[in-house]
C-alpha cells in the first residue's frame, strides 16, 4: 500500500497542509520545531488510529482548536483506493475513524488492515529501557500481523486490570481472595496461554530478521540475538495447552504471594524479550552506536515480517532516524529503504537525500515551515 495523498487540519502546529506523496521516499525537511514529526504522527493516526507517542488525541489538537482531522487517500496493493479519515472533537470527546466513508468500529479492527513500521527516538526505550518497552513492541508487530493475538491481548489486559483490584481491594479488606478470584484465573490462563505461546514463536521466527537486517547495516562480526524469558517455565511446555496447566498451577503456587501483595504475580505481563549483541546484554553493555544499530534493525525486521505476513506491504515512518547517522551509514541505510515500500523520512539537512533525488522519480522531498508546507521538490525537477 501507499499514500498518495494526505491533509491535515488543526493537527498539532498545521492548521491546514495537505500532500501528494511519491511512492518511493518522501523526506520532510525543515529546522527543529517546525512540524515534521506531527506528519508521521499523523500519518500513524491513519494506520493505528491514534499517536504513535503522545498519550492523549487532546494533545494533538491545535492549541484553541476544537476539532482536529486527517485524511487521506491510500492506495491498496490490489488497486482499490480508499479513503481513510481520522477526526477528533474537543467537545465531544468523540474520534470517528472512517474508510470510504464508512465509520469503522471498534478502533481495534483497524490494525493491521493499513500496516505501519514506524522508527522514532521514541522507541530508544525498546532497546535500553525496561522489559514493558520491549513487550510493546514485540505486541505491536504481532498484533498488525493477527487479529487474534490482538483480541487476546486485550482481553488479558481487560482481565489482568480486574484482576489487580480484586486482590488490591481483597488486601485492603482482609478478605480472603480465593473466591472472587476464581471467575478471573481462568480467563487469566487462557488469555495469558495465548500470548505466551505466540510470543514464544514470534521471538523464535523473528531472530533471522534481527540478523540479516543487522548485518546488511553493519557486517557479520556482530550476531545480533532477540530472546524470550516469559516469567513461566516455557521449556517444560509442548503445546499451548501445556503453557495454560503451568500457568494455572503457577496461580496456585502463588496464591498467597499475590493475597500478601495484591498483584497478579503470573502471566506473560512479567516476561523478559533479552537483547544481546555476541550474546552480551543490550542494555548493560551496548554503545550508543549498536543501540540505534539495534532498533533500525527490529524496525527492519518488523518491516519484513509484516510484509510476509500481511496482505498490504507496510509503510516506513523514520523520524529523526538519519539526523543520528554519520553521511556513511545514512546513504546505506538510504539505498536499503530504498527497496522496501513507501517510506517518510524527517530530517534537519538535505545533503543525504540529493543523490537520491536525482535517482529516481518516485521519490518527493518537502520543505516544512512553522507548521505549513513551504515547498515540494519532485525528484524530476532535481
Ligand atoms: N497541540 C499543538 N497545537 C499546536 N502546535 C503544537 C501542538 N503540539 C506541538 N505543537 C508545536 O509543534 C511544533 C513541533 O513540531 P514537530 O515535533 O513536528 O517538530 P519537528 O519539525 O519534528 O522538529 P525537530 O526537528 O526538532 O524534531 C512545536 O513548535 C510545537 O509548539
Ligand atoms: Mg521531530
Same mark, same amino acid.
Given at each position: 500500500?501507499?499514500?498518495?495523498?494526505?491533509?491535515?487540519?488543526?493537527?498539532? $502546529?498545521?492548521?491546514?497542509?495537505?500532500?501528494?506523496?511519491?511512492?518511493?521516499?518522501?523526506?520532510?525537511?525543515?529546522?527543529?520545531?517546525?512540524?515534521?514529526? $506531527? %506528519?508521521?504522527?499523523?500519518?500513524?493516526?491513519?494506520?493505528?488510529?491514534?499517536?504513535?507517542?503522545?498519550?492523549?488525541?487532546?494533545?494533538?489538537?491545535? #492549541?484553541?482548536?476544537?476539532?482536529?482531522?486527517?485524511?487521506? !487517500?491510500?492506495?491498496?496493493?490490489?488497486?482499490?483506493?480508499?479513503?481513510?479519515?481520522?477526526? &477528533? =472533537?474537543?467537545?465531544?470527546?468523540?474520534?470517528?475513524? =472512517? %474508510?470510504?466513508?464508512?465509520?469503522?468500529?471498534?478502533? =481495534?479492527?483497524? +490494525?493491521?488492515?493499513?500496516?505501519?513500521?514506524?522508527?522514532?527516538?521514541?522507541?530508544?526505550? +525498546?532497546?535500553?529501557?525496561?522489559?514493558?518497552?520491549?513487550?510493546?513492541?514485540?505486541?505491536?508487530?504481532?498484533?498488525?500481523? =493477527?487479529?487474534? &493475538?490482538?483480541?487476546?491481548?486485550?482481553? &488479558?489486559?481487560?482481565?489482568?486490570?480486574?484482576?489487580?483490584?480484586?486482590?488490591?481491594?481483597?488486601?485492603?479488606?482482609?478478605?480472603?481472595?480465593?473466591?472472587?478470584?476464581?471467575?478471573?484465573?481462568?480467563?487469566?490462563?487462557?488469555?495469558?496461554?495465548?500470548? !505466551?505461546?505466540? *510470543?514464544?514463536?514470534?521471538?523464535?521466527?523473528?531472530?533471522?530478521?534481527?540478523?540479516?537486517?543487522?548485518?546488511?547495516?553493519?557486517?557479520?562480526?556482530?550476531?545480533?540475538?532477540?530472546?524470550?524469558?516469559?516469567?513461566? *517455565?516455557?521449556?517444560?511446555?509442548?503445546?499451548?495447552?501445556?503453557?495454560?496447566?503451568?500457568?494455572?498451577?503457577?496461580?496456585?503456587?502463588?496464591?498467597?504471594?499475590?493475597?500478601?501483595?495484591?498483584?497478579?504475580?503470573?502471566?506473560?505481563?512479567?516476561?523478559? +524479550?533479552?537483547? !544481546?549483541?555476541?550474546?552480551?546484554?543490550?542494555?548493560?553493555?551496548?554503545?550508543?552506536?549498536?543501540?540505534?544499530?539495534?532498533?533500525?534493525?527490529?524496525?527492519?525486521?518488523? #518491516?519484513?515480517?509484516?510484509?510476509?505476513?500481511?496482505?498490504?506491504?507496510?509503510?516506513?515512518?523514520?523520524?529523526? %532516524? #538519519?539526523?543520528?547517522?554519520?553521511?556513511?551509514?545514512?546513504?546505506?541505510?538510504? *539505498?536499503?529503504?530504498?527497496?522496501? $515500500?513507501?517510506?517518510?523520512?524527517?530530517?534537519?539537512?538535505?545533503?543525504?537525500?540529493?543523490?537520491?533525488?536525482?535517482?529516481?522519480?518516485?521519490?518527493?522531498?518537502?520543505? +516544512?515551515?512553522?507548521?505549513?508546507?513551504?515547498?515540494?521538490?519532485?525528484?524530476?525537477?532535481?
Amino acid at each position: 500500500m501507499h499514500l498518495t495523498s494526505l491533509t491535515l487540519k488543526n493537527f498539532r $502546529n498545521h492548521s491546514d497542509t495537505a500532500f501528494d506523496f511519491g511512492e518511493g521516499i518522501n523526506v520532510l525537511l525543515g529546522d527543529n520545531g517546525q512540524g515534521k514529526t $506531527n %506528519v508521521i504522527e499523523a500519518i500513524s493516526y491513519l494506520c493505528l488510529t491514534k499517536s504513535f507517542y503522545a498519550a492523549s488525541d487532546g494533545f494533538v489538537l491545535g #492549541f484553541g482548536k476544537e476539532m482536529f482531522e486527517v485524511e487521506s !487517500t491510500i492506495a491498496t496493493e490490489s488497486g482499490h483506493l480508499r479513503r481513510v479519515r481520522v477526526a &477528533y =472533537s474537543a467537545d465531544a470527546n468523540e474520534k470517528v475513524f =472512517s %474508510v470510504n466513508r464508512q465509520k469503522i468500529e471498534p478502533f =481495534s479492527s483497524v +490494525i493491521g488492515t493499513f500496516p505501519v513500521v514506524i522508527c522514532s527516538p521514541e522507541h530508544a526505550p +525498546i532497546t535500553s529501557g525496561s522489559p514493558a518497552d520491549r513487550r510493546r513492541f514485540v505486541d505491536l508487530v504481532i498484533s498488525q500481523s =493477527s487479529a487474534v &493475538y490482538f483480541h487476546d491481548l486485550l482481553e &488479558y489486559r481487560r482481565v489482568l486490570r480486574h484482576r489487580n483490584k480484586v486482590l488490591s481491594d481483597a488486601r485492603w479488606k482482609q478478605e480472603d481472595t480465593a473466591a472472587v478470584l476464581e471467575p478471573w484465573n481462568e480467563q487469566l490462563v487462557t488469555f495469558g496461554g495465548s500470548l !505466551t505461546w505466540r *510470543r514464544k514463536h514470534f521471538v523464535e521466527e523473528f531472530q533471522s530478521f534481527i540478523t540479516t537486517a543487522y548485518h546488511h547495516l553493519v557486517g557479520t562480526e556482530e550476531e545480533p540475538a532477540i530472546g524470550y524469558k516469559p516469567g513461566t *517455565r516455557i521449556d517444560e511446555c509442548a503445546s499451548q495447552k501445556d503453557v495454560e496447566a503451568l500457568l494455572r498451577s503457577e496461580l496456585a503456587e502463588k496464591g498467597a504471594a499475590e493475597a500478601r501483595l495484591g498483584i497478579t504475580l503470573v502471566g506473560p505481563h512479567r516476561d523478559e +524479550i533479552p537483547l !544481546t549483541i555476541n550474546g552480551l546484554d543490550l542494555r548493560r553493555f551496548a554503545s550508543q552506536g549498536q543501540h540505534k544499530t539495534f532498533l533500525v534493525a527490529l524496525k527492519l525486521g518488523e #518491516f519484513f515480517y509484516l510484509k510476509e505476513r500481511c496482505d498490504e506491504t507496510p509503510i516506513v515512518l523514520l523520524d529523526d %532516524v #538519519f539526523s543520528e547517522l554519520d553521511e556513511h551509514r545514512s546513504l546505506k541505510l538510504l *539505498r536499503y529503504v530504498e527497496e522496501l $515500500n513507501q517510506t517518510f523520512v524527517t530530517s534537519t539537512t538535505p545533503q543525504v537525500f540529493d543523490h537520491l533525488l536525482q535517482r529516481s522519480g518516485k521519490h518527493k522531498l518537502f520543505m +516544512i515551515q512553522n507548521g505549513a508546507l513551504v515547498q515540494e521538490r519532485p525528484s524530476a525537477l532535481a
